[in-house]
């Protein structure tokens, strides 16, 4: 196992953020910078003031909701317990929050290549932004000399602040996010391993992202996949020297990796196909 994190060893940051509203964040995971297949793992915490204009991006996301109802629109609305997968190039909201919400929001390069701009970067570009203009409700207000403002949204503005140049949308296989319940799914045994079970969510992207839920009896063993991000959804257990517990977020490397279940758990499994991977078919 490359990395575990419980997510009660990991504390809460009010931070500045390029939408409105208030937002807590506890950041888990992270990848390589400046890299086609970096990533940004968070639990990410809004409210009744939170406020997203209908945008895109170019790069995927998948958001896990644990708390709380996060409105789309007319994409849908995630309910506790909802995955939801979030294709680069595709328009999604306006968001909005009535009352609370938590959110697991797991984002990373696709298969455009266009790569994800680490957290770090990102809020120096937002800072170095204020000076020109300022972020409004999820837009970026850029004052002119002329008395006239170029309205766009925040993260485009930042982008392409930092490179430099336009932000071209890579095209997507999608129309719209794919909203997964899967309490819709029924459980499949695993004949070769006793008390494993599995839920195949779907295969998502040409990147070849797939998800699933798998399920653990109490002491049952599993090989996780290589190249995955899982997050435990219920139960605890242990892999190698560690432990994990109930919100924990476990990494595989470049091999699969074993845990066991201390107790019944279920884990979400995000398996990502490195971008060059035989199994995405190239």
Do not use: C
């Not at 190039?89 to 929001?105: H, K, M, N, R």
């Not at 063993?221 to 892999?239: E, T």
């Amino acid at each position: 196992m490359e990395e575990i994190v419980n997510l009660s060893d990991v504390p809460v940051v009010e931070r500045t953020h390029a939408r409105a509203g208030l937002f807590r964040s506890q950041s888990l995971m992270q990848g390589v910078e400046e890299t086609p297949e970096n990533f940004y793992l968070q639990l990410s915490q809004t409210y009744a003031d939170f406020a997203s204009p209908r945008h895109r991006h170019n790069f995927d996301q998948v958001r896990v909701q644990l708390k709380g109802d996060a409105d789309f629109a007319r994409d849908g609305v995630m309910r506790p317990g909802t995955v939801a997968y979030f294709p680069e190039g595709v328009f999604y909201g306006p968001q909005s929050i009535a009352g609370e919400s938590a959110t697991l929001v797991l984002q990373f390069g696709g298969a455009s290549g266009s790569g994800y701009i680490s957290e770090e970067r990102f809020q120096a570009g937002v800072a170095e932004l204020k000076a020109f203009g300022s972020f409004e409700n999820g837009i970026y207000r850029r004052a002119r000399e002329d008395g006239g403002r170029k309205n766009q949204d925040a993260y485009e503005a930042v982008w392409e602040h930092i490179h430099g140049r336009r932000l071209d949308y890579p095209k997507s296989d999608y129309a719209q996010p794919v909203f997964i319940d899967p309490a819709d799914f029924e459980w499949q045994a695993d004949v070769a391993i006793p008390g494993v079970r599995r839920k195949a969510l779907g295969v998502f992207s040409s990147r070849g992202m797939r998800m699933s839920v798998v399920g653990l009896d109490a002491g049952a063993k599993v090989q996780l996949a290589p190249a995955a991000i899982v997050f435990v959804l219920s139960g605890s257990g242990h892999a190698g020297d560690g432990s994990w517990k109930q919100h924990a977020t476990l990494r595989t490397g470049g091999e699969p990796a074993e845990v066991t279940a201390s107790e019944p758990s279920e884990l979400l499994e995000i398996h990502i196909p490195p971008l060059h991977s035989p199994s995405r078919g190239d």
